[in-house]
T-cell receptor
Framework: QQQVKQSPQSLIVQKGGIPIINCAYE??????FPWYQQFPGKGPALLIA?????SEKKEGRFTISFNKSAKQFSLHIMDSQPGDSATYFC???????????FGTGTRLTVIP | ETGVTQSPTHLIKTRGQQVTLRCSSQ?????VSWYQQALGQGPQFIFQ???????GRGNFPPRFSGLQFPNYSSELNVNALELDDSALYLC???????????FGQGTRLTVV
């Protein structure tokens, strides 16, 4: 059973556009919501993460929006660049848990 | 500060053989988790090691086993390899109790 559902599966945007990737979960016990960026042949790199006590977090060009009531969170990439082309994964975990549950990934392509 | 390193980067094994993958955790981290990432999928939690003991396990059979050493490095052992074991195996290090996990570059295992 997938603990977190991610969409879209793939996304193509023009340079400078703002791609948005969405994730939804059911279990309200989750309290940590990270996003990872993965380039081909590499491991996932932690990009940004949010806790449920805030609705938005920004780090550079990356923003997480969090809607606790809807049990959804999303990643926005401002002024996207070709170098942002990668696969993005959302994940969730419970307090004190020893593992992350990952979404199925979104393959982002930024066209110059 | 050194990041998470894994070895080898690539490996080809025959069905039925056994394999050992290695991971050195990030400096200062005391917990190591292993994930399996099939092609086109998100990482799936195999197990975690803390204080040289298994500290949680995902839905993987007993032929997947591990070790953690006093210096916090870890090994993943897989016995009786099956074709479906072909995947990218990722090691993540963290501090026990903290949700942030940092991944290595992975070991690409191909079973033929």
């Amino acid at each position: 059973q997938q603990q977190v559902k991610q969409s879209p599966q793939s996304l193509i945007v023009q340079k400078g556009g703002i791609p948005i990737i969405n994730c939804a979960y059911e279990n309200t016990a989750f309290d940590y919501f990270p996003w990872y960026q993965q380039f081909p042949g590499k491991g996932p790199a932690l990009l940004i993460a949010i806790r449920p006590d805030v609705s938005e977090k920004k780090e550079g060009r990356f923003t997480i929006s969090f809607n606790k009531s809807a049990k959804q969170f999303s990643l926005h990439i401002m002024d996207s660049q070709p170098g942002d082309s990668a696969t993005y994964f959302c994940a969730v975990s419970k307090p004190g848990a020893n593992n992350l549950f990952f979404g199925t990934g979104t393959r982002l392509t930024v066209i110059p | 500060e050194t990041g998470v390193t894994q070895s080898p980067t690539h490996l080809i094994k025959t069905r039925g053989q056994q394999v050992t993958l290695r991971c050195s955790s990030q400096s200062g981290h005391n917990t190591v988790s292993w994930y399996q990432q099939a092609l086109g999928q998100g990482p799936q939690f195999i197990f975690q090691y803390y204080r040289e003991e298994e500290n949680g396990r995902g839905n993987f059979p007993p032929r997947f086993s591990g070790l953690q050493f006093p210096n916090y490095s870890s090994e993943l052992n897989v016995n009786a390899l099956e074709l479906d074991d072909s995947a990218l195996y990722l090691c993540a290090s963290s501090l026990q109790g903290a949700p942030e996990a940092f991944f290595g570059q992975g070991t690409r295992l191909t079973v033929v």
